[in-house]
């Protein structure tokens, strides 16, 4: 079992900036690829980022030149920069991690093994 911790988010301006962490109990992560999901209210929990062992990464179009996923193979970590903040990025967001070994990127919500608690991000004046 692989336990994903969270931390950073809170409440932010537009225009504003935040990160995330995700923080991996095990050193098995170091060879599976990882992303983010958030989940606005009202909406389907949608991908934001996903990064592969190797720093191969995807994003989602809404997002792209503004956010950057990041991951620490040594730290067992993933990170969320997130930069020019939009009201409309206002959701939970969660850390997923695949099964060992799957290093692939994944898009779809049921490729992810494991997950972590969710952390609030709210943008707003």
């Known amino acids: 079992q692989v336990l994903l911790v969270q931390s950073g988010g809170g409440l932010v301006q537009p225009g504003g900036s935040l990160r995330l962490s995700c923080a991996a109990s095990?050193?098995?992560?170091?060879?599976?690829?990882m992303g983010w999901y958030r989940r606005a209210p009202g909406k389907e929990r949608e991908l934001v980022a996903t990064?592969?062992?190797?720093?191969?990464?995807h994003y989602a179009d809404s997002v792209k030149g503004r956010f950057t996923i990041s991951r620490d193979n040594a730290k067992n970590m993933v990170y969320l920069q997130m930069n020019s903040l939009k009201s409309e990025d206002t959701a939970v967001y969660y850390c997923a991690a695949r099964a060992a070994r799957r290093s692939a990127i994944a898009t779809l919500a049921n490729d992810y093994k494991y997950w972590g608690q969710g952390t609030q991000v709210t943008v707003s004046s």
């Open positions: 095990r050193d098995t992560i170091c060879i599976s690829a």
């Open positions: 990064i592969t062992p190797g720093g191969t990464t």
